[in-house]
């Protein structure tokens, strides 16, 4: 069965007072991520693949250099769904409850979260993600290149920051650390990081 785009989570101009504008949405995920469900379906037609769910064929494609080509479509498929999702409409701030009080377990407090973070987003060299993870039943912030996710290590991704040149250049062109900052600050869907933390 051939995967499809995912509708946004949200209209897409429904983040421009939060500065992500609809034209950026229109590229990032009308043409960069359906692209990668184009490409993805190509690849997979007719092989033993086929039939698979996205995370099963992101874990048995990783570390394969002969099936790179599936992997980093599949893994961008699933990166940018789970992106979306980490994004809202009037979000950012801080979490509360349970999740809240993780972080401030596992951090020391959400300022060194939002500390770590930022690092890991900044210094992402070239394309890549920053992510929000529970590892072994501890929160962790980490990072990834290019298509790479927390999916193929085990571990529960619990929210994201795409930081590609692409997802942030229409916007903020390349000031990565204001496209950051203003994530955290007006956009991040902590309704649905606390979702996967409690799924966890």
Do not use: C
Request: net charge negative; glycine share 8%; aromatic share 12%.
């Amino acid at each position: 069965m051939a995967f499809e785009l995912p509708a946004l989570p949200f209209a897409d101009d429904a983040l421009e007072p939060s500065k992500m504008s609809a034209k950026t949405f229109s590229f990032h995920h009308g043409k960069h991520h359906a692209a990668y469900v184009t490409n993805l379906n190509k690849l997979v037609e007719g092989t033993s693949l086929a039939d698979k769910s996205l995370e099963d064929i992101i874990k048995a494609t990783a570390n394969d250099p002969n099936k790179a080509g599936i992997f980093n479509n599949a893994a961008q498929v699933w990166n940018h769904t789970f992106f979306w999702n980490s994004l809202k409409a009037g979000g950012g701030g801080q979490p509360t409850g349970a999740l809240a009080e993780k972080i401030n377990a596992d951090f020391g407090s959400f300022d060194k979260f939002i500390e770590e973070f930022k690092t890991a987003a900044t210094t992402q060299f070239g394309s890549g993600w920053a992510w929000l993870v529970l590892d072994n039943g501890t929160l962790k912030v980490t990072k990834t290149a290019n298509a790479g996710t927390p999916v193929v290590d085990g571990a529960t991704p619990l929210l994201t920051l795409d930081v590609w040149e692409h997802a942030y250049y229409l916007d903020f062109q390349n000031a990565r650390p204001a496209y950051i900052e203003n994530f955290l600050n007006k956009l991040v869907n902590w309704d649905f990081v606390a979702e996967n933390f409690a799924a966890a």
